[in-house]
Each structure stands twice: as structure tokens, then as C-alpha cells.
């Protein structure tokens, strides 16, 4: 008897250093450092779904480029015309320079780019559910995270991950005391995310709705972002996806939210 | 002489058919208002404005060029009849149009565009304030209650744009000068440039008709550095504020006081720059040195009352961004170089502002508040409340309060018995 329950727990033992959970750092690292691209363009399209059923939807030209040590982003809005014209960029730092993200709003009413101060994204991304900062490249050094377990997220094998932000500076910045990110194991793709306020009440949780595999490259295509307080969301629709188009450094100067992304602008897709 | 009626006619027509997405590859966009404002000043409350607004707006593009055009419509019901104002007024306010811009842009060899036609040009980075922002005139017909991007005039001016090494670089040249716009005599927001006084008289003004008087041009170079935005300006042009020269004359009526309006050049340098400052702050500067500018005197003492000093224009403003909404505030100071008694500007002109807009009700509210106040020179001070409630993409609704103080002599103070309430609907396309 004695044997057999010293054969079981030495089996067990085995088991689970065979299956042990990987290191959450490493599991984020890899999602944030994952190939996607030089560059991308997409068309766009915000949604957003109140209780009552009515809806808003707003289409913008979604532009990124890799430079060394940062990435760029451009959004332009093309409709309705309450926002036409609006312009958005934002430099986005490798976390390893320690720099805070600078970003850049353009109002064509004003005729002014303006800076905007990047340390507070809480702010309502266009009215949606999405805030600023759940438009950021994943940061992996802002929080201490653990993996807690799997779980099946729409048929895909994916890591829990558990993240409590390292500062009140960050807690400031993002307004979530928490988060919990489901990461498929093979992608290296988010595709659930919760978020918790200081009370520990989940408010907030996005969930990746379609995922296809663009040029090589796992593409999430449309995220929807729910208010689990009001019942409020928002979805993010990416169409026309395309890679390594070989966006032009134009396209990321200030310059042009006062001229305006137009499809003359950009290359011709095949 | 363009028949406003017409064009009204032809306006309603051509937005019945570019509601129904007749688009033709081309960009169409506009808006429809009506709008109402009251003055509410006890026994003298009465409507100002009852009317509407349409804004039509095209733009199509290409590789090869893109054309920009805006216009606007304005009808007041307010002058159709009786009512307490001018003729002047009335035939000026009751159809109005005018033009937001129209031009087009190409691109030139380098990575350079080149823009040509009716534009409006906002330089640096102030709220409701103009230091390096002197590029186009401005139409106070309604005072400085509007938003500014209302009542900034199009001028017609060539433009470069493009990039030199990391520098944005603009170059632009007006070939015609384009005066201010000041409110009829007679109107709701009528302020008399001369006042009405025995011995004084207003001679004709001087014309800046031709290129080589009206003609101004300027330069801008900006950039991001070092996680700051820097722009540098400079600009040679006519003044538009006016300053009347003086001289004695002697009619039927016996000697009197000749006021001349004049519009005197200029060269301004320029420079602005945005820094954050921490998570949540943005600082932001601008200043402008006129190395010679002409400033009116206390009489005449020398020649014509007029004299040249040099002039320092600075601001130096906050932001505070917590969640949806931005609280700021901004300092200006206009200072005189050897300044003297005589002058009739002060040496030190500040303005103090202060402003909290943002976005309430899911994104459907959006408020702005907005305090400007001149207490040193006893300027008086205005408050702006505006709220804007979006049913949907389309429908909006907006009340608008605005508030004057000071004494009957200062800048704000000269209009304190105009607060006023507006409402509009509108809608947009």
C-alpha cells in the first residue's frame, strides 16, 4: 500500500513538472514581441451599442509602422461627419527605453495638432467602451503577472494569466486595479481580457470575436469591448487588412492630420 | 451682386439631393441649423437671432491634386420687419454668405504640396487667443463669442508644405490684403472704432488695394524633439488691427480732429513649443516679438499721433487631462517696448483664461466652460458655458450662455448689457 501511494505521488510529481505552468513574463513577452509586420493599413470600423439597441459606427483608416525603438500609429476618421477629419497619432516606445508614449490629436474644426498627455489613457477612446490604453501595445514590465491556469477560449487552448499593475501610477493611467488575460498557447494571441476596478468588481471584458491568419500573420479582426456595469459595447472591426505595404514616412507625420489620409494617399493594393 | 435668396433656394435643392448619396466618387458633407439667441439683460432682453444656418462642404481627391471648399449660409428672421436695428444691419445680417475656404492642393516634386486658393491658417497653440495666430482676419460680427473657428475669415494665399530633413516646413504668401470684419453700425455688437463726439471726424480710410501694399508672407517650421513639439514663425504682414492717424482741419462747422484709418506693416518672429509635463500635464508657450509696430498716441504731439515700438507678445498655458475631460489654463501678457505715458495702449496687456471641456452621458454631452479675464487694465472679464447634446450621429442640440463684465470702457465691460442664452438644433449630413 505504502508502494503504491509513494508510486502515485512520485507520478504525480512527474506529471506536473512535465506540464508546469510557464512563466507569465515569458508567455507576454512573446505575445507582445510577435511578428506582425513592418507596417499595416486597415479600414476600420468602430461600433457602438447602447442597451436600447441603438447604435453608432464610425469608419477610420487605421495606419502603423515600425521605426527602431518605437512604433507609430495614425488613425484618421473618414465618417460620420460629427468626427470626419479627426486625426489621431501616437508614438508608442519599446518598453526598454522607459519613455512615456507621446500622442497627438487633430481636430479639423480647430485647424490645430494638439499633444495630449499620454500618462491618463482612462479617457473613452471616440465615445466607445474602448479606452486609450486598450489601443497600446501589450506592456509586459508595468505589471506582475501570473499564470493561473488554462482554459478553452472559442476552441482555442489558451494560458490565464493574472496581472496586478506595479504602481498607483499605472492603476492611474489605466484606471484597472486588475486584469486577467486569456493568451492562446499557439498564437501568442489575447483573446479574452477582463478588468477589475479597486473594489475588485469585474467591470469591464473584451473578447476577440474573429481571428484569421492575414499574410502569415494570427490577425485579430474584430474585438468587442463590454461595460458589464451598463451593458454598453463597443466592436472593433479590422477589414482589408494588409502587411508590409510599405506605408510611407508621410503618413506618420503630424502634417498630414491636417491634410488628411485619403485612399490616393496610400499604395495600391493588388 | 450674389442674390442671397437664390442661393438660398439653390442651397435647400442641392442638400435634397446630396442627402440622398448622390455622391459621384465625391466627398459631401454639411450641416443644418436653426438657430435662436436672446439677449437677457432685464428691461432690454429682446432676440437677437432667429434664423438658420447651412454649411455645405465638398472634397474630392486623387493622386494628382485634392479641392477643398466650404461654404455657409445665414438667415436671421430677427431683421425681417420692424425691429431696433440698422439698415445697415438688416441688409447685411439678414442673408449672409460667406466662405469657410476653397482651394486646391497638389502635390510638387520633394514631398512638398503646394495649396492655392481660399484657406484659413492657424498658427501655434492657443485656445481663444491670438499670438502667433495673425495670419487671417477676423469677422466680429458677433463680438468674440463665437468659437474662433467660426469667425476666422479665408483669405486667398499660396502655401508650400513639406518636409526639409525633420523639419515641417510651411512657406506662404498673400498676395491681397483683406481688412477685419467689425459689426455694422447699428447691429447687436456694434463697437464704434471712433466715438461720437463733437470735433471728431472720420476721414476716408487708406486702401491697401493693390499686391505690393496688401501683399504678406511668412514662414513656419515645426517638429517633435526630444518629446517636445517646437514650431518657429515668422511673418511680414499688415496689421489688422487698425490705428487711426490724426490731423487738424477746419470746416463749415469750425477745427476739428481728422481720424484716419490705417493699417501699418509689420515683421513678427515667432516661436511656440508643447511639453508634457508628468502623466496627466501639458505645458505649452508661445511668444511673439514685433520688432516695430505702430501704436496711436495720447493727442497729437509729434506728426500724425502715431508711433513705433516694439512689441513682446507671450502665453504660457497648462492642460490637465483626467479621463474625458481637459482642465486649462493660459496667461497672456502684451507688453510695449519704451513705452510712455503719452501712448493710449497700456505698457502691459494681460489676459488671464481659464477652461474645462469634456465629455459626459456615454459620450453624448459635451461641455465646455470657458472664463477670459483682463483685471489689470480693468478690461472686465467673459464667461462661456456651452453644452451640446448628441441624440446620434446626426441630430445635436447646443445652448450656449454668455456672460460680460467689467466697466462700460473696457474690452469685455463695453458690451456687459449683451449676456445672452442660445439655442440650436441642427443637424448633420
Known amino acids: 500500500m505504502y508502494k503504491q501511494l509513494l508510486f502515485m505521488a512520485v507520478s504525480a510529481s512527474i506529471a506536473c513538472t512535465a506540464v508546469a505552468d510557464p512563466d507569465a513574463d515569458s508567455v507576454l513577452k512573446a505575445v507582445r514581441d510577435r511578428p506582425d509586420g513592418k507596417d499595416i493599413y486597415s479600414e476600420t470600423r468602430l461600433f457602438l451599442l447602447e442597451p436600447g439597441g441603438q447604435a453608432r459606427e464610425r469608419d477610420l483608416i487605421y495606419l502603423q509602422k515600425d521605426y527602431p525603438g518605437e512604433d507609430r500609429l495614425t488613425l484618421y476618421f473618414k465618417s460620420p461627419s460629427d468626427v470626419k477629419g479627426v486625426g489621431f497619432q501616437s508614438a508608442n516606445y519599446d518598453e526598454s527605453a522607459g519613455k512615456d508614449d507621446e500622442q497627438w490629436l487633430y481636430f479639423p474644426a480647430f485647424r490645430q495638432v494638439r499633444r495630449i498627455a499620454a500618462g491618463d489613457k482612462r479617457g473613452s477612446f471616440m465615445g466607445s467602451e474602448f479606452a486609450y490604453i486598450d489601443l497600446d501595445k501589450l506592456r509586459v514590465t508595468d505589471y506582475r503577472q501570473t499564470v493561473t491556469g488554462s482554459e478553452n477560449v472559442n476552441g482555442r487552448d489558451c494560458w490565464v494569466i493574472e496581472r496586478i499593475p506595479v504602481s498607483d501610477d499605472i492603476i492611474t493611467k489605466t484606471g484597472y486595479d486588475k486584469t486577467v488575460v486569456w493568451v492562446d498557447k499557439e498564437r501568442n494571441l489575447v483573446l479574452r481580457q477582463s478588468y477589475y476596478n479597486s473594489a475588485g468588481v469585474l467591470f469591464k471584458m473584451m473578447d476577440a470575436t474573429r481571428v484569421e491568419q492575414i499574410q502569415g500573420i494570427w490577425t485579430v479582426l474584430e474585438s468587442t469591448m463590454t461595460d458589464r ?42 | 451682386m450674389l442674390d442671397s435668396r437664390a442661393v438660398f433656394k439653390w442651397v435647400l435643392g442641392l442638400m435634397a439631393l446630396l442627402m440622398q448619396n448622390v455622391v459621384w466618387g465625391h466627398e459631401f458633407q454639411g450641416e443644418v441649423a436653426l438657430r435662436s439667441v436672446a439677449r437677457i439683460d432685464g428691461d432690454e432682453s429682446r432676440l437677437n437671432y432667429a434664423g438658420s444656418r447651412v454649411q455645405l462642404r465638398y472634397e474630392h481627391h486623387t493622386r494628382d491634386f485634392s479641392i477643398y471648399s466650404e461654404g455657409r449660409f445665414r438667415w436671421n428672421g430677427v431683421f425681417m420687419g420692424d425691429d431696433p436695428y440698422s439698415q445697415n444691419a438688416r441688409e447685411a445680417y439678414e442673408f449672409s454668405f460667406d466662405l469657410r475656404e476653397a482651394f486646391a492642393r497638389l502635390p510638387v516634386p520633394g514631398n512638398f504640396d503646394l495649396s492655392l486658393g481660399w484657406q484659413q491658417v492657424v498658427w501655434g497653440k492657443a485656445d481663444q487667443l491670438r499670438i502667433l495666430d495673425q495670419i487671417n482676419p477676423l469677422d466680429i460680427r458677433e463680438f468674440v463669442l463665437l468659437d474662433m473657428k467660426d469667425y476666422r475669415m479665408p483669405i486667398p494665399m499660396v502655401r508650400l508644405n513639406g518636409m526639409v530633413d525633420k523639419w515641417e516646413t510651411e512657406l506662404l504668401y498673400v498676395p491681397t490684403y483683406t481688412p477685419m470684419y467689425f459689426a455694422e453700425a447699428g447691429s447687436e455688437y456694434a463697437i464704434p472704432l471712433i466715438p461720437d463726439a463733437p470735433g471728431l471726424r472720420e476721414l476716408p ?10 501683399a504678406s508672407a511668412g514662414f513656419r517650421f515645426s517638429r517633435a524633439f526630444q518629446g517636445l513639439d517646437i514650431g518657429i514663425v515668422g511673418l511680414y504682414a499688415r496689421d489688422y488691427q487698425p490705428v487711426f492717424s490724426q490731423s487738424l482741419g477746419m470746416d463749415a462747422d469750425g477745427p476739428y480732429l481728422g481720424l484716419r484709418e490705417e493699417h501699418h506693416r509689420y515683421f513678427m518672429a515667432g516661436a511656440n513649443f508643447e511639453a508634457p509635463l508628468g502623466s496627466s500635464y501639458i505645458l505649452r508657450g508661445e511668444v511673439a516679438y514685433v520688432p516695430a509696430r505702430t501704436f496711436m498716441l495720447q493727442g497729437i504731439a509729434e506728426g500724425n499721433g502715431l508711433e513705433r515700438h516694439g512689441e513682446v507678445t507671450a502665453m504660457l498655458a497648462l492642460d490637465y487631462t483626467y479621463q474625458d475631460w481637459v482642465f486649462s489654463t493660459q496667461l497672456m501678457d502684451r507688453a510695449i517696448i519704451d513705452w510712455h505715458p503719452g501712448m493710449m495702449d497700456e505698457e502691459h496687456t494681460p489676459t488671464f483664461t481659464v477652461s474645462a471641456q469634456g465629455i459626459n452621458l456615454d459620450g453624448h454631452l459635451e461641455t465646455r466652460v470657458f472664463w477670459a479675464t483682463m483685471p489689470v487694465t480693468d478690461d472686465g ?39 445672452r442664452v442660445g439655442l440650436e438644433f441642427s443637424y448633420r449630413f
Do not use: C
Open chain 2, 381 to 419: 472679464s467673459w464667461l462661456q458655458i456651452k453644452n451640446t447634446y448628441l441624440f446620434d450621429d446626426h441630430w445635436a442640440a447646443s445652448l450656449v450662455m454668455d456672460f460680460l463684465q467689467g466697466p462700460k470702457d473696457g474690452f469685455f465691460g463695453q458690451l456687459k448689457d449683451r449676456d
Open chain 2, 205 to 214: 480710410s487708406v486702401q491697401y488695394d493693390s499686391i505690393g501694399q496688401g
Open chain 1, 229 to 270: 456595469l451598463s451593458g454598453k459595447k463597443s466592436t472593433l472591426q479590422f477589414n482589408n487588412v494588409h502587411y508590409d505595404v510599405g506605408l510611407d514616412d508621410s503618413m506618420f507625420q503630424q502634417r498630414i492630420l491636417q491634410a488628411g489620409v485619403h485612399e490616393s494617399d496610400l499604395p495600391e493594393f493588388n
